[in-house]
């Protein structure tokens, strides 16, 4: 069965600072891997997605990832982040056995910016 | 504009009441998703839909219920059955094969 780690439940960034959210998954094929943001009391938005192809992707507000497959990772990173970018971010696995109807997330990381 | 949406916002059941959550899209997608959100553990597959008339269980469906009679509308009842049913409610949709988009949530309290 897939499965995603994030093992940063809670990470605090100066504001400009640079960011990296940490994601692992475990899938036997290639995945189809997401990264989804989520404001308090919201749905989630989608922040970039990876299918195949080039393995760094880009996404909305600046965002990027990169998957590493001989690590079974798919980091997300921005090179500076605004006070906006205050929220909860969850890593995605699809099954792409299934046309990628049954996503499996990760448990979230809280990002606080400080002033 | 088109999007999902998700009413109400909040709602308060009392215990042993069934309640329905009310999901409608207009995004002309053949695949709509309930998932089950609590704190610390990401989101949860409640029951998710292809095509009209068809549904399938996800991961946690035991007190859960389902319809889908239009392509636009995949309601979502919880059961008296459903042991902790206080939780964030989150309705998704798709092109099958493609990415998920989400609804605002409904946040749903019994007491």
């Known amino acids: 069965a897939q499965s995603v780690t994030q093992p940063d439940i809670h990470i605090t960034v100066s504001e400009g600072a640079s960011l990296e959210l940490r994601c692992n998954y475990s899938y036997g094929a290639t995945p189809y891997l997401f990264w989804y943001v989520q404001s308090p009391g919201q749905g989630l938005q989608l922040l970039l997605k990876y299918f195949s192809g080039d393995t760094l992707v880009q996404g909305i507000k600046g965002f990027e990832a990169e998957f590493k497959r001989s690590q079974s990772s798919f980091n997300l990173r921005k090179p500076s982040v605004h006070w906006s970018d205050a929220a909860e971010y969850f890593c995605a696995v699809g099954d792409s056995n299934f046309g990628n109807e049954k996503l499996t997330f990760g448990t979230g990381t809280r990002l606080t910016i400080i002033p | ?111």
Request: with cysteine; hydrophobic share 25%.
């Open chain 2, 1 to 111: 504009d088109g999007g999902i949406t998700q009413s109400p916002k909040y709602l308060f059941r009392k215990e042993g009441q069934n309640v329905t959550l009310s999901c409608e899209q207009n995004l002309n997608h053949d695949a709509m998703y309930w998932y089950r959100q609590d704190p610390g553990q990401g989101l949860r597959l409640i029951y998710y839909s292809q095509i009209v008339n068809d549904f399938q269980k996800g991961d946690i469906a035991e007190g859960y219920s389902v319809s889908r009679e239009k392509k636009e509308s995949f309601p979502l009842t919880v059961t008296s059955a459903q042991k902790n049913p206080t939780a964030f409610y989150l309705c998704a949709s798709s092109i099958q094969g493609t990415e998920q988009y989400f609804g605002p949530g409904t946040r749903l309290t019994v007491t």
